[in-house]
């Protein structure tokens, strides 16, 4: 089996080369530093302290995870019910509205950006805030519709219909029956949508304003400014806080057990 | 006796696979268990579905006891159903499946509990009360689906293929099962197969359709003696369907004349194989293939009237592949059909 | 049930008029407002967009960028997506866990970790000058080369998931039935493997192809300001000079790029099915 040999190689060095680069930041985060060096000379967590301790970095942190389940928020209640449309109602427009309802996906997000600073910002005259939740929950909304839909398509529709011809309302099927049983696929586009967000800069690249930076934002600006280790200690808690939103939505809403 | 349900002049368009129903009336009696019986695509899935009200009606009427229900929609019907995938709900348990229509209909928790545990005692299951259906066996999650389906105590019970998703041995349980269960509740049953030998079984009467049309409707014995039309003698069985003439006094078949009065208006006869006799009469033919079933031997025979299937018990069987035979169609048995 | 165009319609009410709202109707102004000129309507602004050469040298650099990023990750993917369905299912969890992880994290982090690897005091320079290889460290940051790498990674996991689900789609036995029938590792590869996964590899590239010519952090960070792609430019252009008929026309040319892209691999896999 040589050619295993070679492709269990290219696995381990595709891996190698995803995964390594997170463990300097992570050894970086423990420097003890004034600046950026590798390795460290010396290791202490005062960065880590340091970051969480500075005004403009938590303010951007809130601001972040405002925007991120305010923008999963929408598009959940907008995208769910979509998703359930085009999986059950097949009406001649549905292809139509399948690709608009996922076109934020192709357009740059420099672009969405750029448009909504110029249209509903200065044309407009809406505030920044409010453009900046519109762009993330357009771009996230997609995520909502796949993957939700994804879930809709592995549910048979004859157990819509077992619930509806035993007595339950429509809204009733829905709540008791279509949506414990793609609760899986609602913790993956939470998830999903919320991490895209949260992580996201072309968008809001523009969309900034006095008191609204978000984080991913707030450590470009930080990056371009200032060569020292609080940017890998911010990193660090950044790339453990996502790894608990996973873990955390998934026991929440959770992975079904009778699948 | 009373009539359960009624459909009248019913006309369905069911534009996805294209089978339309058209004028179709019918009449199950209180307590009746009937089948529809037919290959798919014949409307009998489409005309379940209207009475369930899974599908709107272009036309026509469908009633239930005495009540117009054309319109009802599906959950205001009281109608049980059944379906071959069962259509459990994954993420309850086999009780919560149970009493997911009473728990709609606000029945109180103790005459809840004792209902469901009736109904599950009923197809044996009440030991795997807390299960969920993917921890259940095929024939299991089926009988939580029926149990599910009458608990409801519906007007009517309608079954869509029940069984199709069983294996076959699980399959002549269930349908006795099934028989048993429906005249303990004396529930009226609409039952849907393709299956001929599980439609005589268990119903009281067989419907047979085609092309969204009823072709003949009786009790199973009428069914599978003297089948009516050509569709319906060859899905009941009867493999040898021939043209035939009448003439006075006379029927001619292929190039033999054979003394019989017959009305003019048939032109068709069909036997089964089990008719057809072989080592004597005028048609010569040659063993094409001949297969052991056990108390008989089924022949395939190739003659001037083309291929004929005959069955022939076991102990008189002697002829091999290849052999020359003569064989006779009594005319005293065959079936005799108009197309 | 017949007509379920009144309930299709409720349902996609909210969301259709929503993205209509705020991202259709700011994104179509927008970007129509490249054809806009003071007296009229006219082609004048790409003319002068790609009248300079500066801007033609950047659009190609992207371009050839991100198609060299689409077909490097196609080329280490197969084998690595071949390794995780050779290893078994019981592995499978666990890897395809590996691959997403990085896509969780926020590219700011990721372009970050190359900054220490790349730079002129970086692992990679501190190593190779260390063990004697080089004289002195060579620039790998902020040239081609670095963004290359930074986006490599960036996309590399989503031409692998791809791919690794096409695999896991592939019809069973069907390698073991080539094998029997006396192909080698190659041929297997390209007259099996290959054919069967063409939709995946599709789906991957128009993912990677798109994510790197959209992609602004990545070029931002390890390009700096020689190495100007497309991304970086919109917002140069945008944010620095207020040159507002640059931006439109960029983010035109984007647009209509990644749209051209998709449409070519789509067309070529439908070609070839």
Known sequence: MNSFAFTKWMLWLVLFFLIAPFSIVFITAFSDDNSLLFPPSSYSVRWLLSVMQTEIFVSSLITSLWLGFGATAIALVFGVPAAYALQRYPVPETEWIRT?????????????????????????????????????????????????????????????????????????????????????????????????????????LFLTGPGITTLPIRMLLHMESSYDPSIAALSMLVILFSMVFVFVTERVLGLSRYM | MKTALTLEQLTLAYTKNLTTVENLNLTVPEGELLALLGPSGCGKTTTMRAVAGLLEPKSGRIALHDRDITRVPANKRDIGLVFQSYALFPHLTAFENVAFGLRLRGVQKAELEQRVNAALETVALLEFAKRFP?????????????????????????????????????????????RRLQKQLGVTMLYVTHDQAEALALSDRVAIMNAGQIEQLATPEVIYTQPRTVFAARFVGFDTILPVQPLERRVRIGKHEFPYSLESRFNRAAWRAEHVRLGTGVWAARVLARSFEGQQVQYQLESELGVIQAAVPSATAVWKEQDSVTFDLPLEQAVWLVE | MTNNRPRAWLLLFPATVFLLAVFVYPVGVFLLSSFRLENGVGLDNYFTFFSSEVNIEVYWRTVRIALLVTLVSAVVSYPAALAIMQLGAQYRGLLIGLIILPLMISPVARSFAWLVVLGREGLINKTLVGTGVLKESIPILYTENAVFIGLLQLMLPLMLLSLTSALENLPRDVIAAARSLGANSLQVFTRVILPLTRDGLTIGGTLVFTGCVTAYVTPALLGGPRVTMLATLLYQKAGVTVDEAATTVISMVMLLTTLAVNAALKSRSRGAA
């Open chain 1, 100 to 204: 608009l309802l996922t076109s934020p996906l192709i357009i740059p997000g420099l672009v969405i950006g750029v448009a909504l600073l110029k249209q509903f910002v200065l044309l407009g005259g809406n505030s920044v805030n409010l453009a900046l939740l519109a762009g993330h929950a357009a771009l996230v909304l997609p995520y909502a519709v796949r993957v939700v839909g994804a879930s809709l398509a592995n549910l048979p529709r004859d157990i819509e219909d077992a619930a509806f011809s035993l007595g339950a309302s429509r809204a009733q099927v829905f709540w008791r029956v279509v949506l414990p049983n793609v609760r899986g696929g609602l913790a993956a586009a939470t998830v999903l949508a919320f991490i895209n967000s949260f992580n996201h800069v072309p968008v809001s």
């Open chain 2, 134 to 178: 993917a921890q259940l066996s095929g024939g299991q999650q089926q009988r939580v689906a029926l149990a599910r389906a009458f608990v409801i105590r519906p007007q009517l019970m309608l079954l869509d293929e029940p069984l199709s998703n069983l294996d076959a041995r699980l399959r002549l349980e269930m349908r006795v099962e099934i």
